[in-house]
């Protein structure tokens, strides 16, 4: 199983990015699908997750600016993040709970993480 994450970059504050990750392999499932993020110094934690019955999840800290979404036909997430802040900034990484057997407990799978920099 592979996470190809993608659509990080610099960004002015107020300004917006939109990532994506996809997942390929041998999959039999993929449930929930998700972002998380890590700044220098700081643990990585939760930024969104969706199930694959399309119920969303959001930090405290990016509800009302992020919005996710996922196409299931292609094992794709998406993360639109909308004014952005200089908090923001961190290595946002994409984690899937993949099925690879029939009957499988889905397991967790990261991405390589892509960098998401605001500047003030």
């Known amino acids: 199983v592979q996470l190809q994450a993608s659509g990080g970059g610099l960004v002015q504050a107020g300004g917006s990015l939109r990532l994506s990750c996809v997942v390929s392999g041998n999959i039999v499932s993929v449930e929930a699908i998700g972002w998380y993020r890590q700044a220098p110094g700081k643990q990585r934690e939760l930024v969104s997750t969706i199930t694959d019955g399309g119920m969303t999840n959001y930090a405290d800290t990016v509800k009302g600016r992020f919005a996710i979404s996922r196409d299931n036909a292609k094992n794709m997430v998406y993360l639109q993040m909308n004014s952005l802040k200089p908090e923001d900034t961190a290595v946002y990484y994409c984690?899937?709970?993949?099925?690879?057997?029939?009957?499988?407990?889905?397991?967790?799978?990261w991405g390589q993480g892509t960098q998401v920099t605001v500047s003030s």
């Open positions: 984690n899937a709970k993949v099925a690879i057997l029939p009957g499988m407990t889905p397991y967790d799978n």
